[in-house]
């Protein structure tokens, strides 16, 4: 036989004070904004099955196939210890263009950059929200594949790591930069195609992985590249524990140009 429970019930609705229910009165501090839209975007990111794939699951593979394999050749030093750097270098150009790209050209297409604009957080707070997503997953990959690196035998150069942090900063500005701009220009089917082939010839020609020297006549225009000034900067950085200035330049001036030209061009509609 069951007995009477003895919870005490709580208030009616009717019961509860006017504005209960009401939002807060003002909008959460700054900081708290941009880190909540960090966080989603961080989470839309590695929830997004073709965004995870370019994210991290090709650049393991990758990795695993160029430490087990003698080709493409990869120059001068231990192949594993070449490899790892382009692979990381590869990482930041997915996430930071394009990833980026596609998810804010597809934002834009439904409308969500304008309504994020019309909020609290601006357009502003959600630009620096973006940033800081994207450096938390490249945190994640750089660990994720540099563990990879280690148990395949990787001995990075420790004193290079300062030196590695920068030009990686560099290159995500660089890349980001490119991504808004693309996003901002193009229709969103046009954004997806162009990011994908982007990704593809920068991959297979723009030195990132493969080191410029081996790619014969192409050589100077891909230490011009984006793509080849962060595999060189990250290859000296921690295959010899130097900074490879000229490619930090160049990351540099590409990082100046597509912001500016994001600035300038960048739809938000």
Do not use: C
């Amino acid at each position: 036989m069951t007995t009477p429970s003895t919870a005490v019930p709580g208030p009616a609705v009717g019961d509860l004070p006017a504005g209960w229910f009401a939002p807060a009165p003002q909008a959460a501090p700054p900081a708290r904004r941009v880190l909540a839209q960090a966080r989603f975007d961080a989470t839309v990111i590695l929830r997004n099955g073709e965004q995870f794939l370019i994210t991290l699951v090709l650049p393991a593979l990758l990795l695993v196939a160029l430490a087990l394999t003698r080709s493409p050749g990869l120059g001068a030093g231990r192949r594993i210890d070449v490899a790892v750097p382009g692979v990381l270098a590869l990482a930041v150009m997915s996430t930071a263009f394009t990833g980026q790209a596609i998810g804010t050209g597809f934002d834009r297409r439904y409308g969500v950059l304008r309504l994020l604009g019309t909020t609290p957080l601006g357009r502003g707070g959600l630009v620096a929200g973006r940033v800081l997503a994207v450096l938390a997953v490249e945190t994640l990959q750089v660990v994720v594949l540099g563990s990879l690196g280690l148990a395949l035998g990787w001995h990075p150069r420790a004193g290079g790591v300062p030196a590695a942090l920068l030009a990686g900063l560099a290159g995500t500005a660089a890349f980001v930069g490119a991504g808004l701009l693309l996003a901002g220009t193009l229709r969103a089917e046009a954004v997806l195609a162009a990011a994908n082939l982007v990704w593809v010839l920068l991959l297979a020609g723009g030195g990132v992985v493969i080191p410029p020297g081996r790619l014969g006549g192409f050589a100077p225009i891909a230490r011009l590249l984006p793509s080849g000034a962060l595999g060189e900067a990250l290859r000296g950085a921690l295959l010899h524990g130097s900074l490879r200035w000229g490619s930090l330049a160049v990351l540099v001036a590409w990082g100046s140009a597509t912001a500016a030209a994001a600035v300038r061009w960048f739809h938000w509609d």
